[in-house]
Structure formats: structure tokens, C-alpha cells
């Protein structure tokens, strides 16, 4: 089974620009969740979709946001970017209703504000 | 709220050499546990899981188990390889009202083996 693909792989961009970052989930796993991580800050939550719908949603300003497709793959949206912004952007899947809810990563995009 | 303590890094260690990295956690439900480990340039791949205290989770020679007493998932390896040198990641994950909340990760510990 394919695991979670995230494109692109890399970013440059520069600041007040807005970007878009794709990811599909493993095959038959609904959630998606988004996560930034960055040298200072570690890992942080962004938020999670589930069945189209945001589920869960992290401490992050209005900028961020994302969406996801009926066919469960899910996009995030950061406008007006900020250096702050640079970062890896993981995407995470998962299967509700199997259990422990194991989030399986893909490899991230990494972004870089300029 | 939820959080993961981790060991701070980096750590170095010789090839063949015994592996803890601790791990412990506050939460507010009853969480499951998890270790994932990231390569250079690479996302989070994970390495093992516990959903219930007492539970060992293992993979690729590393072990860990979940502790509820003293709250803990340390990370051990007998044996460590040059090829283990990564970040290794703690991180936990509730279910609350049937549904489960974000996972929440310790800040990583760097791996170094030599050979």
C-alpha cells in the first residue's frame, strides 16, 4: 500500500506571498492531520480533517488554513507568509475506528520564506 | 494540558553500545504512546506504539514500555548500529469523547552512533 505523498517537496518563496501544500493520504484512511515543525518550536499541531470537515484545530493564526477533498486528500493554504513561516510541513494520515489511530507521516514539505 | 518530556540530546554512542533515551508524559486522559523516528531530511516514520499500561511495543531491536506508574515510554535498544543514528521523537495521542485528539510530541532527541 502506497504510504502518504506530499507535494511539493520544496518551497521557495518570499515574504507576503500565499502557497498551497497537497497531501494524499494512505488509501482508505479519512483523517488527515497537519503539523509544522521548526528548529525553535519542535513539533506543532496545525489542524486535522476529517470526512471534509475540520476536527481539531491547533494555535496557529487565521493565515493557516486548509481543507480537505472528498476523496480525503487535503490541501493547507498559508497567505501573506512570514520569514517565521519557514519550516517542514508534515502531513499525517490515519483510519479512525481501527483502534490506537496510528498517524502515519509523509516525508513533509519544506518551505522556505525569503 | 498534554504534554512530553524528553531527554535532552545530542547523544553519542559507540556501535554496539546499550540505548536509553527516557520519555515521560502528563496527560489528561489516558493516552496511547508512541516513539517515532526521523531521518535526515526525511518525515516522521514511526517505530513503535503502547495503547495500554503494561504494554510493550518493539521493532527493529528497539523496546519500549508503557509505564502508567511513573508515567513513562523510555526508549531502549540493546545493541545500537550506525544506521540507527537519527531524531527520535515520544509522543502521545488521547481519545477523548470517541474521537481522537492531535498527537503531542517531546522535542526529539539527536542520535549519533560511530562506528
Known amino acids: 500500500k502506497a504510504g502518504v505523498t506530499q507535494t511539493p517537496r520544496y518551497l521557495i518563496k518570499t515574504r507576503g506571498q500565499q502557497v498551497t501544500l497537497s497531501c494524499s493520504p494512505i488509501?482508505?484512511?479519512?483523517?488527515v492531520s497537519w503539523y509544522q515543525q521548526t528548529p525553535g518550536q519542535g513539533l506543532q499541531f496545525l489542524f486535522e480533517?476529517?470526512?471534509?470537515?475540520?476536527?481539531n484545530k491547533g494555535n496557529f493564526p487565521g493565515r493557516f488554513s486548509g481543507r480537505q477533498f472528498s476523496n480525503s486528500r487535503s490541501e493547507m493554504n498559508v497567505s501573506t507568509l512570514e520569514l517565521g513561516d519557514s519550516a517542514l510541513y508534515l502531513c499525517?494520515?490515519?483510519?479512525?475506528?481501527?483502534?490506537?489511530?496510528?498517524?502515519?507521516f509523509g516525508p513533509g514539505t519544506r518551505l522556505l520564506v525569503l | 494540558g498534554d504534554s512530553v518530556t524528553q531527554m535532552e540530546g545530542p547523544v553519542t554512542l559507540s556501535e554496539e553500545a546499550f540505548l536509553t533515551i527516557n520519555c515521560t508524559y502528563t496527560?489528561?486522559?489516558?493516552?496511547?504512546l508512541f516513539w517515532y523516528v526521523q531521518y535526515p531530511g526525511e518525515g516522521l516514520q514511526l517505530l513503535l506504539k503502547?495503547?495500554?499500561?503494561?504494554d510493550k511495543g518493539s521493532n527493529k531491536g528497539f523496546e519500549a514500555t508503557y509505564r502508567k506508574e511513573t508515567t513513562s515510554f523510555h526508549l531502549e535498544k540493546g545493541s545500537v548500529q550506525v544506521s540507527d543514528s537519527a531524531v527520535y521523537f515520544c509522543?502521545?495521542?488521547?481519545?477523548?469523547?470517541?474521537?481522537?485528539?492531535?498527537?503531542?510530541f517531546g522535542s526529539g532527541t539527536q542520535l549519533t552512533v560511530l562506528p
Open positions: 509522543a502521545l495521542r488521547i481519545i477523548s469523547s470517541g474521537s481522537a485528539r492531535q498527537l503531542t
Open positions: 480533517y476529517f470526512s471534509e470537515t475540520q476536527r
Open positions: 499525517a494520515s490515519s483510519a479512525p475506528g481501527q483502534g490506537i489511530e496510528t498517524q502515519y
Open positions: 496527560a489528561t486522559g489516558y493516552p496511547s
Open positions: 503502547a495503547t495500554k499500561a503494561d
Open positions: 488509501s482508505g484512511h479519512r483523517s
